[in-house]
C-alpha cells in the first residue's frame, strides 16, 4: 500500500503547475484524499481535499480559503490518481506538498490524524 506525490518543480508566480497522487495497493476511489502543504518554517496546513465518491458527499471539494478559485483537485478513476492542478501561483505557495488518503470521510477534513495514508512531499517553488 502506498501514496506517490509528484509534480512539484519552480515555477514563477502566475504560472502552474499540475501535482499527481497515484495509489497502489488499494482503490483510491473509495478513499477521501487531501493536499497538505508544508512552507519552510511554518506548520503543515490543508490545501485542498476531495471526499469518496460512495461516501455522503459524493465526492465533494474542499478548498482552504488561501488556495480557492486558484487549485483545482479532482480524480482520475482509470489511473488511481488525484490531481491537484494549482494556477496562478504565488511566492506564498512554496511548500512541500503531501497528498493522504482516508478510508472514512474526515469530519474534520484539515485534522491529519484522521487520514490512513500519506505520501512523501513534493517540492513547489514559486519565485521570480
Known amino acids: 500500500v502506498q501514496l506517490q506525490a509528484s509534480g512539484g518543480g519552480s515555477v514563477q508566480p502566475g504560472g502552474s503547475l499540475r501535482l499527481s497522487c497515484v495509489a497502489s495497493g488499494f482503490t483510491l476511489g473509495d478513499y477521501a484524499v487531501a493536499w497538505f502543504r508544508q512552507a519552510p518554517g511554518k506548520e503543515r496546513e490543508g490545501a485542498s481535499s476531495i471526499y469518496s465518491v460512495h461516501g455522503g458527499t459524493n465526492g465533494r471539494a474542499i478548498y482552504a480559503d488561501a488556495v480557492k478559485d486558484r487549485f483545482t483537485i479532482y480524480r482520475e478513476d482509470a489511473t488511481n490518481t488525484v490531481y491537484l492542478q494549482m494556477n496562478r501561483l504565488k511566492p506564498e505557495d512554496t511548500a512541500v506538498y503531501y497528498c493522504?488518503?482516508?478510508?472514512?470521510?474526515?469530519?474534520?477534513?484539515?485534522?491529519?490524524?484522521?487520514?490512513?495514508?500519506w505520501g512523501q512531499g513534493t517540492l513547489v517553488t514559486v519565485s521570480s
Open positions: 493522504a488518503a482516508a478510508q472514512r470521510d474526515p469530519p474534520l477534513v484539515w485534522r491529519e490524524s484522521q487520514y490512513d495514508y
